[in-house]
Protein backbone atom coordinates (compact mmCIF):
# COMPACT_ATOMS: atom_id res chain seq x y z
CA UNK A 1 0.00 0.00 0.00
CA UNK A 2 1.17 3.13 -0.95
CA UNK A 3 2.02 5.92 1.37
CA UNK A 4 0.23 9.27 1.66
CA UNK A 5 2.78 11.91 2.04
CA UNK A 6 2.03 14.30 4.17
CA UNK A 7 2.57 18.64 3.58
CA UNK A 8 5.10 20.10 5.69
CA UNK A 9 2.07 22.39 7.31
CA UNK A 10 0.63 19.16 8.53
CA UNK A 11 0.50 19.05 12.55
CA UNK A 12 0.24 15.28 13.28
CA UNK A 13 -2.69 14.25 15.55
CA UNK A 14 -0.57 12.90 18.41
CA UNK A 15 1.40 16.73 18.43
CA UNK A 16 -1.35 18.46 17.18
CA UNK A 17 -3.68 17.06 20.54
CA UNK A 18 -0.45 17.61 23.36
CA UNK A 19 0.32 20.99 21.35
CA UNK A 20 -3.52 21.79 21.61
CA UNK A 21 -4.06 20.52 25.28
CA UNK A 22 -0.84 22.94 26.13
CA UNK A 23 -2.57 25.59 25.12
CA UNK A 24 -6.17 25.41 26.70
CA UNK A 25 -4.23 24.65 30.34
CA UNK A 26 -2.69 28.05 29.35
CA UNK A 27 -5.52 29.95 28.79
CA UNK A 28 -7.48 28.48 31.40
CA UNK A 29 -4.92 29.44 33.58
CA UNK A 30 -4.54 32.60 31.92
CA UNK A 31 -8.17 33.37 32.49
CA UNK A 32 -8.57 32.07 36.02
CA UNK A 33 -6.11 34.73 36.99
CA UNK A 34 -6.88 37.52 34.80
CA UNK A 35 -7.68 39.62 37.66
CA UNK A 36 -4.48 39.43 39.13
CA UNK A 37 -2.44 40.96 36.50
CA UNK A 38 -2.04 44.43 35.29
CA UNK A 39 -5.27 45.33 32.98
CA UNK A 40 -2.14 47.37 30.86
CA UNK A 41 1.59 46.31 30.76
CA UNK A 42 1.89 49.81 30.16
CA UNK A 43 4.52 49.49 27.98
CA UNK A 44 6.07 51.62 25.11
CA UNK A 45 5.35 50.76 21.26
CA UNK A 46 9.52 50.73 21.38
CA UNK A 47 9.28 48.05 24.76
CA UNK A 48 6.96 45.83 22.75
CA UNK A 49 8.73 45.86 19.77
CA UNK A 50 11.85 44.64 21.68
CA UNK A 51 9.55 42.13 23.16
CA UNK A 52 8.28 40.65 19.87
CA UNK A 53 11.70 41.07 18.00
CA UNK A 54 12.31 43.08 14.63
CA UNK A 55 13.88 40.36 12.86
CA UNK A 56 13.07 39.62 8.98
CA UNK A 57 10.70 36.69 7.50
CA UNK A 58 12.25 33.37 8.61
CA UNK A 59 14.27 31.40 5.81
CA UNK A 60 13.35 28.40 7.25
CA UNK A 61 10.21 26.90 9.59
CA UNK A 62 9.71 26.21 13.78
CA UNK A 63 8.58 23.67 15.62
CA UNK A 64 4.91 24.01 16.21
CA UNK A 65 5.37 23.86 19.62
CA UNK A 66 7.92 26.52 20.01
CA UNK A 67 6.16 28.92 18.33
CA UNK A 68 2.60 28.46 20.54
CA UNK A 69 5.08 28.84 23.65
CA UNK A 70 6.36 32.08 22.07
CA UNK A 71 2.82 33.40 20.92
CA UNK A 72 1.63 32.76 24.57
CA UNK A 73 4.06 34.40 26.19
CA UNK A 74 3.94 37.64 24.26
CA UNK A 75 0.27 37.80 24.35
CA UNK A 76 -0.70 36.98 28.09
CA UNK A 77 2.11 39.65 29.22
CA UNK A 78 2.06 41.95 26.77
CA UNK A 79 -1.57 42.78 26.00
CA UNK A 80 -3.77 45.57 27.55
CA UNK A 81 -7.02 42.41 29.16
CA UNK A 82 -10.42 43.73 28.38
CA UNK A 83 -11.56 40.84 29.96
CA UNK A 84 -9.57 42.11 33.51
CA UNK A 85 -12.30 43.16 36.36
CA UNK A 86 -11.18 47.00 36.48
CA UNK A 87 -11.36 47.27 32.54
CA UNK A 88 -14.28 49.58 31.96
CA UNK A 89 -12.75 52.34 28.81
CA UNK A 90 -14.53 52.43 25.75
CA UNK A 91 -16.97 49.69 24.91
CA UNK A 92 -15.07 46.64 24.98
CA UNK A 93 -16.64 43.60 26.98
CA UNK A 94 -15.06 40.67 28.84
CA UNK A 95 -15.02 37.89 26.09
CA UNK A 96 -17.12 34.66 27.00
CA UNK A 97 -14.82 31.62 27.43
CA UNK A 98 -17.25 29.37 25.46
CA UNK A 99 -16.53 31.90 22.56
CA UNK A 100 -12.83 31.37 22.68
CA UNK A 101 -13.64 27.41 21.64
CA UNK A 102 -16.02 28.64 19.56
CA UNK A 103 -13.54 30.50 17.33
CA UNK A 104 -11.05 27.34 17.71
CA UNK A 105 -13.91 24.62 16.69
CA UNK A 106 -15.21 27.66 13.85
CA UNK A 107 -11.55 27.66 12.30
CA UNK A 108 -10.71 23.86 12.07
CA UNK A 109 -13.66 23.79 9.67
CA UNK A 110 -13.45 26.81 8.47
CA UNK A 111 -16.35 27.38 6.32
CA UNK A 112 -16.81 30.35 3.34
CA UNK A 113 -20.35 31.51 5.01
CA UNK A 114 -20.57 33.69 1.82
CA UNK A 115 -22.57 31.04 -0.15
CA UNK A 116 -24.91 28.24 1.90
CA UNK A 117 -23.12 25.48 -0.95
CA UNK A 118 -20.00 26.91 0.58
CA UNK A 119 -21.28 26.58 4.30
CA UNK A 120 -24.57 24.84 4.69
CA UNK A 121 -24.70 24.52 8.42
CA UNK A 122 -22.74 26.98 9.31
CA UNK A 123 -25.07 29.22 6.91
CA UNK A 124 -27.98 27.80 9.07
CA UNK A 125 -26.50 28.54 12.46
CA UNK A 126 -25.87 32.11 11.02
CA UNK A 127 -29.56 31.94 10.30
CA UNK A 128 -30.66 31.26 13.70
CA UNK A 129 -28.26 33.50 15.14
CA UNK A 130 -29.87 36.66 13.54
CA UNK A 131 -33.43 35.40 14.78
CA UNK A 132 -32.36 35.06 18.56
CA UNK A 133 -30.94 38.41 18.30
CA UNK A 134 -33.78 40.22 17.30
CA UNK A 135 -36.05 37.94 19.45
CA UNK A 136 -33.37 39.12 22.30
CA UNK A 137 -33.84 42.79 21.79
CA UNK A 138 -37.91 42.24 21.74
CA UNK A 139 -38.31 43.21 17.49
CA UNK A 140 -39.98 40.17 14.97
CA UNK A 141 -37.75 37.14 14.51
CA UNK A 142 -38.89 37.94 10.97
CA UNK A 143 -36.40 40.79 10.71
CA UNK A 144 -33.36 39.32 8.33
CA UNK A 145 -29.78 40.24 8.70
CA UNK A 146 -26.03 39.53 8.87
CA UNK A 147 -22.87 38.99 10.97
CA UNK A 148 -20.07 41.53 10.28
CA UNK A 149 -17.01 42.94 11.94
CA UNK A 150 -18.64 45.56 14.59
CA UNK A 151 -20.43 48.59 14.59
CA UNK A 152 -19.00 50.55 11.81
CA UNK A 153 -19.71 47.93 9.25
CA UNK A 154 -22.81 47.18 11.23
CA UNK A 155 -24.15 50.95 10.62
CA UNK A 156 -22.24 51.06 7.24
CA UNK A 157 -24.13 47.76 6.18
CA UNK A 158 -27.68 49.19 7.41
CA UNK A 159 -26.98 52.98 5.82
CA UNK A 160 -26.32 51.64 2.35
CA UNK A 161 -29.29 49.33 2.55
CA UNK A 162 -31.29 52.94 3.56
CA UNK A 163 -29.91 54.64 0.17
CA UNK A 164 -30.65 51.81 -1.99
CA UNK A 165 -34.27 52.02 -0.78
CA UNK A 166 -34.90 55.95 -0.55
CA UNK A 167 -32.68 56.94 -3.36
CA UNK A 168 -33.86 57.16 -7.25
CA UNK A 169 -34.14 53.57 -8.29
CA UNK A 170 -30.97 55.02 -10.66
CA UNK A 171 -28.62 55.69 -8.38
CA UNK A 172 -27.06 51.98 -9.11
CA UNK A 173 -26.51 52.93 -12.30
CA UNK A 174 -25.77 57.01 -12.44
CA UNK A 175 -25.19 57.35 -9.17
CA UNK A 176 -25.89 59.56 -6.54
CA UNK A 177 -27.83 62.85 -8.68
CA UNK A 178 -30.45 64.16 -5.75
CA UNK A 179 -28.80 66.05 -2.65
CA UNK A 180 -29.84 63.44 0.09
CA UNK A 181 -29.22 64.30 3.49
CA UNK A 182 -29.01 62.48 6.82
CA UNK A 183 -30.58 63.30 10.41
CA UNK A 184 -29.01 62.46 13.53
CA UNK A 185 -28.21 63.98 17.11
CA UNK A 186 -24.91 65.81 18.16
CA UNK A 187 -23.96 62.63 20.41
CA UNK A 188 -24.13 60.16 17.89
CA UNK A 189 -21.21 58.13 17.08
CA UNK A 190 -18.43 58.98 14.20
CA UNK A 191 -19.28 56.34 11.84
CA UNK A 192 -21.97 58.30 10.31
CA UNK A 193 -19.65 61.01 9.30
CA UNK A 194 -17.79 58.36 7.85
CA UNK A 195 -20.19 56.84 5.67
CA UNK A 196 -21.49 59.92 4.85
CA UNK A 197 -17.91 60.59 2.96
CA UNK A 198 -17.30 57.19 2.02
CA UNK A 199 -20.26 56.68 -0.01
CA UNK A 200 -20.39 59.55 -1.95
CA UNK A 201 -22.90 62.01 0.33
CA UNK A 202 -20.24 63.88 1.73
CA UNK A 203 -20.15 65.58 5.15
CA UNK A 204 -22.19 68.50 4.39
CA UNK A 205 -25.34 66.02 4.05
CA UNK A 206 -25.17 65.48 7.75
CA UNK A 207 -27.65 67.22 9.99
CA UNK A 208 -26.23 67.42 13.08
CA UNK A 209 -29.07 67.75 15.08
CA UNK A 210 -29.15 69.61 18.99
CA UNK A 211 -29.73 67.22 22.04
CA UNK A 212 -32.13 68.20 25.15
CA UNK A 213 -31.12 68.28 28.69
CA UNK A 214 -30.54 64.57 29.21
CA UNK A 215 -28.41 64.49 26.02
CA UNK A 216 -31.34 62.96 23.34
CA UNK A 217 -31.94 64.03 20.20
CA UNK A 218 -34.40 67.12 20.24
CA UNK A 219 -37.05 65.82 17.65
CA UNK A 220 -38.60 69.09 17.63
CA UNK A 221 -35.40 70.51 16.22
CA UNK A 222 -35.23 67.17 13.75
CA UNK A 223 -39.03 67.70 12.99
CA UNK A 224 -38.06 71.39 11.67
CA UNK A 225 -34.55 70.43 9.91
CA UNK A 226 -36.58 67.39 8.11
CA UNK A 227 -39.13 70.16 6.29
CA UNK A 228 -36.60 73.33 5.94
CA UNK A 229 -34.61 70.97 3.58
CA UNK A 230 -37.50 69.58 1.99
CA UNK A 231 -38.70 73.36 0.89
CA UNK A 232 -35.18 74.02 -0.41
CA UNK A 233 -35.31 70.79 -2.59
CA UNK A 234 -32.77 68.71 -0.36
CA UNK A 235 -34.14 64.69 -0.27
CA UNK A 236 -34.11 63.68 3.68
CA UNK A 237 -33.89 59.53 3.66
CA UNK A 238 -32.33 58.38 6.87
CA UNK A 239 -32.53 59.33 10.91
CA UNK A 240 -30.29 57.71 13.25
CA UNK A 241 -31.62 57.46 15.90
CA UNK A 242 -29.12 56.18 18.98
CA UNK A 243 -29.85 53.09 21.55
CA UNK A 244 -26.65 53.73 24.41
CA UNK A 245 -24.57 56.83 22.82
CA UNK A 246 -20.81 56.05 23.20
CA UNK A 247 -20.18 58.92 25.73
CA UNK A 248 -22.71 58.53 28.16
CA UNK A 249 -25.54 55.34 27.49
CA UNK A 250 -28.74 57.51 26.45
CA UNK A 251 -30.87 56.51 24.43
CA UNK A 252 -32.87 58.88 22.22
CA UNK A 253 -36.76 59.11 22.19
CA UNK A 254 -37.24 56.39 19.50
CA UNK A 255 -40.87 56.29 19.42
CA UNK A 256 -41.18 59.75 18.66
CA UNK A 257 -38.46 59.42 16.06
CA UNK A 258 -40.00 56.81 14.35
CA UNK A 259 -43.31 58.55 14.00
CA UNK A 260 -41.62 61.04 12.26
CA UNK A 261 -40.04 59.06 10.20
CA UNK A 262 -43.15 57.41 8.90
CA UNK A 263 -44.55 60.55 8.78
CA UNK A 264 -42.07 61.98 6.27
CA UNK A 265 -41.66 58.35 4.68
CA UNK A 266 -37.65 58.17 5.53
CA UNK A 267 -35.90 54.96 6.88
CA UNK A 268 -35.44 55.09 10.40
CA UNK A 269 -32.02 53.53 11.93
CA UNK A 270 -31.10 52.69 15.17
CA UNK A 271 -27.79 52.46 16.09
CA UNK A 272 -27.90 50.07 19.36
CA UNK A 273 -24.51 48.73 18.92
CA UNK A 274 -23.84 49.02 22.74
CA UNK A 275 -27.41 49.59 23.95
CA UNK A 276 -29.47 47.70 22.31
CA UNK A 277 -29.39 44.56 24.57
CA UNK A 278 -30.57 46.60 27.83
CA UNK A 279 -34.03 45.66 26.25
CA UNK A 280 -34.07 42.79 27.73
CA UNK A 281 -34.10 44.09 31.34
CA UNK A 282 -38.34 45.17 32.46
CA UNK A 283 -36.87 48.12 34.35
CA UNK A 284 -34.97 49.54 30.95
CA UNK A 285 -38.02 48.35 28.32
CA UNK A 286 -39.44 51.77 28.23
CA UNK A 287 -36.28 53.39 26.88
CA UNK A 288 -36.90 51.02 24.31
CA UNK A 289 -40.37 51.88 23.17
CA UNK A 290 -39.88 52.59 19.05
CA UNK A 291 -37.43 49.99 18.41
CA UNK A 292 -39.54 47.39 16.61
CA UNK A 293 -40.92 50.46 14.25
CA UNK A 294 -36.87 50.63 12.85
CA UNK A 295 -36.10 49.67 9.71
CA UNK A 296 -32.88 48.90 10.44
CA UNK A 297 -30.79 48.01 13.69
CA UNK A 298 -27.37 47.74 14.29
CA UNK A 299 -25.89 45.79 17.27
CA UNK A 300 -22.50 44.48 18.58
CA UNK A 301 -22.71 40.91 20.47
CA UNK A 302 -19.01 41.76 21.32
CA UNK A 303 -19.84 44.85 23.17
CA UNK A 304 -22.62 44.00 25.77
CA UNK A 305 -23.37 39.92 24.43
CA UNK A 306 -19.54 39.28 25.88
CA UNK A 307 -18.72 37.27 22.14
CA UNK A 308 -14.80 37.75 21.32
CA UNK A 309 -14.24 40.02 18.89
CA UNK A 310 -15.18 40.49 16.46
CA UNK A 311 -18.72 40.27 16.37
CA UNK A 312 -21.31 42.70 14.89
CA UNK A 313 -24.77 42.52 13.40
CA UNK A 314 -27.31 44.22 11.39
CA UNK A 315 -30.85 43.55 11.42
CA UNK A 316 -32.87 45.19 8.50
CA UNK A 317 -37.52 44.75 8.98
CA UNK A 318 -37.11 43.50 5.17
CA UNK A 319 -33.95 41.72 4.05
CA UNK A 320 -34.98 42.19 0.21
CA UNK A 321 -33.37 46.09 0.65
CA UNK A 322 -30.04 43.76 1.52
CA UNK A 323 -30.48 41.49 -1.44
CA UNK A 324 -31.51 44.61 -3.60
CA UNK A 325 -28.18 46.42 -2.52
CA UNK A 326 -25.51 44.19 -2.37
CA UNK A 327 -26.69 41.18 -4.49
CA UNK A 328 -24.32 40.63 -7.88
CA UNK A 329 -24.42 37.64 -9.96
CA UNK A 330 -21.12 37.23 -12.40
CA UNK A 331 -21.23 34.21 -14.27
CA UNK A 332 -18.43 31.89 -12.56
CA UNK A 333 -20.32 31.98 -9.20
CA UNK A 334 -22.32 28.50 -9.32
CA UNK A 335 -24.30 29.19 -6.04
CA UNK A 336 -27.28 27.60 -7.35
CA UNK A 337 -28.90 24.81 -4.88
CA UNK A 338 -28.95 21.03 -6.60
CA UNK A 339 -32.57 20.65 -4.86
CA UNK A 340 -33.87 23.95 -6.53
CA UNK A 341 -34.55 24.56 -2.57
CA UNK A 342 -34.03 28.30 -2.01
CA UNK A 343 -31.20 28.89 -0.07
CA UNK A 344 -29.61 31.99 1.37
CA UNK A 345 -26.48 33.40 -0.20
CA UNK A 346 -24.83 35.84 2.76
CA UNK A 347 -22.48 37.30 -0.12
CA UNK A 348 -25.89 38.67 -1.00
CA UNK A 349 -26.41 40.41 2.28
CA UNK A 350 -23.57 42.65 2.79
CA UNK A 351 -20.04 43.61 1.44
CA UNK A 352 -18.34 40.50 2.26
CA UNK A 353 -17.86 37.38 -0.53
CA UNK A 354 -15.37 35.58 1.79
CA UNK A 355 -16.51 35.34 5.48
CA UNK A 356 -15.32 33.82 8.33
CA UNK A 357 -18.06 32.21 11.01
CA UNK A 358 -18.58 34.77 13.09
CA UNK A 359 -21.73 33.46 14.69
CA UNK A 360 -20.69 30.32 16.08
CA UNK A 361 -19.43 32.41 19.29
CA UNK A 362 -22.15 34.09 19.36
CA UNK A 363 -24.71 31.11 18.99
CA UNK A 364 -23.12 28.83 21.20
CA UNK A 365 -23.17 31.79 23.88
CA UNK A 366 -26.59 32.88 23.30
CA UNK A 367 -27.18 29.36 24.58
CA UNK A 368 -25.25 28.83 27.08
CA UNK A 369 -26.86 31.74 28.80
CA UNK A 370 -30.25 31.69 27.38
CA UNK A 371 -32.70 35.40 28.34
CA UNK A 372 -32.43 34.58 32.08
CA UNK A 373 -28.92 34.72 32.13
CA UNK A 374 -28.43 37.11 30.45
CA UNK A 375 -30.92 39.51 32.00
CA UNK A 376 -29.06 38.98 34.99
CA UNK A 377 -25.55 40.01 33.39
CA UNK A 378 -26.69 42.88 31.95
CA UNK A 379 -28.82 43.72 35.12
CA UNK A 380 -25.80 43.49 37.05
CA UNK A 381 -23.91 45.72 34.81
CA UNK A 382 -26.43 48.34 35.03
CA UNK A 383 -26.50 48.06 39.22
CA UNK A 384 -22.79 48.16 39.53
CA UNK A 385 -22.90 51.48 37.24
CA UNK A 386 -25.28 52.72 39.72
CA UNK A 387 -23.59 52.06 42.62
CA UNK A 388 -20.75 53.62 40.85
CA UNK A 389 -22.60 56.97 40.52
CA UNK A 390 -24.03 56.82 43.59
CA UNK A 391 -20.49 56.56 46.04
CA UNK A 392 -19.20 59.10 43.47
CA UNK A 393 -22.18 61.50 44.42
CA UNK A 394 -21.12 61.07 48.37
CA UNK A 395 -17.72 61.87 47.74
CA UNK A 396 -16.58 65.73 48.24
CA UNK A 397 -13.78 65.49 45.95
CA UNK A 398 -15.59 63.77 42.96
CA UNK A 399 -18.20 65.27 40.96
CA UNK A 400 -21.22 62.42 39.59
CA UNK A 401 -21.91 64.21 36.52
CA UNK A 402 -24.02 61.10 34.98
CA UNK A 403 -25.39 57.48 34.69
CA UNK A 404 -27.48 55.69 32.30
CA UNK A 405 -27.76 52.24 31.04
CA UNK A 406 -24.38 50.80 32.66
CA UNK A 407 -22.16 53.87 31.55
CA UNK A 408 -21.26 56.80 34.74
CA UNK A 409 -19.64 59.73 34.02
CA UNK A 410 -17.55 61.62 37.09
CA UNK A 411 -14.71 64.14 37.10
CA UNK A 412 -12.10 64.71 40.55
CA UNK A 413 -13.24 68.15 41.80
CA UNK A 414 -10.17 68.47 44.28
CA UNK A 415 -11.33 70.58 47.81
CA UNK A 416 -8.89 73.39 47.42
CA UNK A 417 -11.41 75.58 45.42
CA UNK A 418 -9.54 74.90 42.43
CA UNK A 419 -12.76 75.07 40.61
CA UNK A 420 -11.88 76.61 37.11
CA UNK A 421 -12.77 74.67 34.62
CA UNK A 422 -10.53 74.98 32.49
CA UNK A 423 -8.15 73.77 35.22
CA UNK A 424 -10.76 70.69 36.07
CA UNK A 425 -10.79 69.85 32.23
CA UNK A 426 -6.61 69.61 32.21
CA UNK A 427 -6.71 67.98 35.38
CA UNK A 428 -8.96 64.85 34.70
CA UNK A 429 -7.07 64.80 31.54
CA UNK A 430 -4.10 63.89 33.89
CA UNK A 431 -5.75 61.61 35.66
CA UNK A 432 -7.04 59.52 32.86
CA UNK A 433 -3.57 59.38 31.20
CA UNK A 434 -2.14 58.38 34.50
CA UNK A 435 -5.14 55.69 35.01
CA UNK A 436 -4.32 53.88 31.63
CA UNK A 437 -0.71 53.79 31.62
CA UNK A 438 -1.12 52.55 35.62
CA UNK A 439 -2.10 48.72 35.10
CA UNK A 440 -4.51 49.22 38.41
CA UNK A 441 -7.90 50.52 36.51
CA UNK A 442 -8.67 51.41 33.15
CA UNK A 443 -11.11 54.01 32.28
CA UNK A 444 -11.59 56.05 29.19
CA UNK A 445 -12.78 59.80 28.81
CA UNK A 446 -16.40 61.76 28.03
CA UNK A 447 -16.83 65.58 27.10
CA UNK A 448 -20.01 65.65 29.13
CA UNK A 449 -21.88 69.53 28.79
CA UNK A 450 -17.99 70.88 28.23
CA UNK A 451 -16.50 68.95 31.49
CA UNK A 452 -14.09 66.55 30.62
CA UNK A 453 -14.91 63.31 32.28
CA UNK A 454 -13.71 59.94 33.40
CA UNK A 455 -15.87 57.24 31.97
CA UNK A 456 -16.38 53.72 33.41
CA UNK A 457 -18.44 51.77 31.01
CA UNK A 458 -19.30 48.32 32.85
CA UNK A 459 -19.95 45.33 29.98
CA UNK A 460 -18.06 42.80 32.25
CA UNK A 461 -18.85 39.96 33.86
CA UNK A 462 -15.97 39.95 36.28
CA UNK A 463 -16.76 43.13 37.69
CA UNK A 464 -17.65 43.14 41.51
CA UNK A 465 -18.55 45.27 43.75
CA UNK A 466 -15.60 45.39 45.53
CA UNK A 467 -14.08 46.63 42.49
CA UNK A 468 -16.27 49.27 42.15
CA UNK A 469 -15.27 50.64 45.43
CA UNK A 470 -12.11 50.33 44.53
CA UNK A 471 -12.70 52.85 41.67
CA UNK A 472 -13.21 55.52 43.76
CA UNK A 473 -10.38 54.72 45.83
CA UNK A 474 -8.11 54.97 42.87
CA UNK A 475 -9.34 57.71 41.45
CA UNK A 476 -9.02 59.70 44.84
CA UNK A 477 -5.30 58.59 45.22
CA UNK A 478 -4.35 59.23 41.22
CA UNK A 479 -6.08 62.70 41.64
CA UNK A 480 -4.20 63.92 44.39
CA UNK A 481 -1.19 63.11 42.66
CA UNK A 482 -2.07 64.73 39.18
CA UNK A 483 -3.08 67.95 41.31
CA UNK A 484 0.39 67.88 42.95
CA UNK A 485 1.99 67.64 39.81
CA UNK A 486 0.14 70.15 37.59
CA UNK A 487 0.81 72.56 40.70
CA UNK A 488 4.23 72.34 40.35
CA UNK A 489 4.29 72.52 36.57
Not at 121 to 131: L, P
Not at 402 to 422: C, G, K
Request: net charge negative; aromatic share 8%; glycine share 6%.
Amino acid sequence: MTKIRKSSIEIDKEEFRKVGYELIDKISDFIEGINKRPVNPNEKPSQILSKLGNSRLPQNGMPVNDIIRKATDLLFNHSLLNGHPKFMGYITSSAAPIGALADLLAAAVNPNVGAHILSPMATEIEKQTIQWLAEFIGVSPNYGGILVSGGNMANFTAFLAARTAKAPKSVKEDGITDKLTIYCSEATHTWIEKAAILFGLGSKAVRWISTDHANRMDTEALETAILNDTINNYKPFIVVGTAGDVSTGVVDKLDKIAVICKNHNLWFHIDGAYGAPAAIIPEQQHLFEGISKADSIALDPHKWLYSPLEAGCTLVKNPQHLIDTFSSHPEYYNFSNPENEIAQNFYEYGLQNSRGFRALKVWMTLQQMGLSGYQKLIGEDIQLSKMLFDLANKENEIEAVSQNLSITTFRYTPSDNSQNEEYLNKLNEEILNQLQAGGELFLSNALVKEKYCLRACIVNFRTSEKDIKEIIEIVLKEGKIAHLKLAYT
